[in-house]
């Protein structure tokens, strides 16, 4: 195992590092900020106890089966979590989750960060197909992905779990047609994406984010 202040990288970005996230990674993430904008509040951490903490860590690797990783920037601080799930390593597939810091976004982190781990998970740890799903109201992350080698194939409504009353705020009149009425509540329209093996080259590079003084 690898010392504290010695991590274990498995992806190098321009700006970035990736390694294992850890038990302590759980109280680093839970230090993070909210985001301003209530249809990004289910990604602010959920307030835990250290007790809760530890279960929650333990149902997300050992119960879920889940592989967690910390997005450090070149201060070793933890601007973002990524997360595959449904991993099937007999078909060399998984889902991803990743988020960030409110503070960090627009700043290129998760673009870049995510393109160090992409050559890692096709290369080392060699799986074949990467999927994930975004609501189609994030146009940043979908900007993202589209610049790390993702293709839409399919689409879907999903539950919408926000504080932000889209249907009513005139603030969302512009995107309130990706939103609509279900009989749990609120539904999201979501883009489905698929990276393959081998993938695209990069067609422009990630701006650099500053250095934290």
């Not at 601007?79 to 007999?90: D, E, I, N």
């Not at 990276?195 to 934290?212: D, K, N, Q, T």
């Amino acid at each position: 195992m690898a010392e504290a202040n010695q991590p274990r990288w498995i992806a190098l970005g321009q700006f970035t590092r990736v390694r294992e996230f850890t038990r302590r990674d759980v109280d680093r993430w839970l230090e993070w900020g909210e985001h301003a904008d209530p249809l990004f509040s289910s990604y602010n951490p959920t307030p835990m106890t250290g007790p809760m903490r530890d279960a929650w860590f333990d149902d997300l690797v050992n119960r879920q089966g889940q592989l967690p990783y910390a997005i450090e920037d070149l201060d070793r601080r933890l601007v973002g979590r990524l997360f595959l799930r449904h991993v099937r390593q007999r078909e060399g597939t998984s889902v991803l989750g990743i988020d960030l810091d409110a503070g960090c976004l627009g700043q290129g982190f998760g673009t870049d960060a995510l393109r160090a781990f992409l050559a890692y998970y096709f290369g080392p740890a060699r799986f074949n197909k990467m999927y994930l799903s975004v609501a189609s109201f994030n146009e940043r992350a979908r900007r993202s992905y589209d610049r790390c080698g993702f293709s839409e194939f399919s689409s879907h409504w999903q539950s919408f779990k926000s504080d932000a009353r889209v249907l009513d705020d005139p603030r969302y009149a512009s995107i309130r047609h990706l939103f609509r009425r279900s009989a749990d509540g609120v539904e999201t329209l979501m883009h489905d994406m698929v990276a393959r093996s081998p993938l695209r080259r990069w067609p422009e590079p990630v701006r650099a984010a500053p250095r934290r003084r």
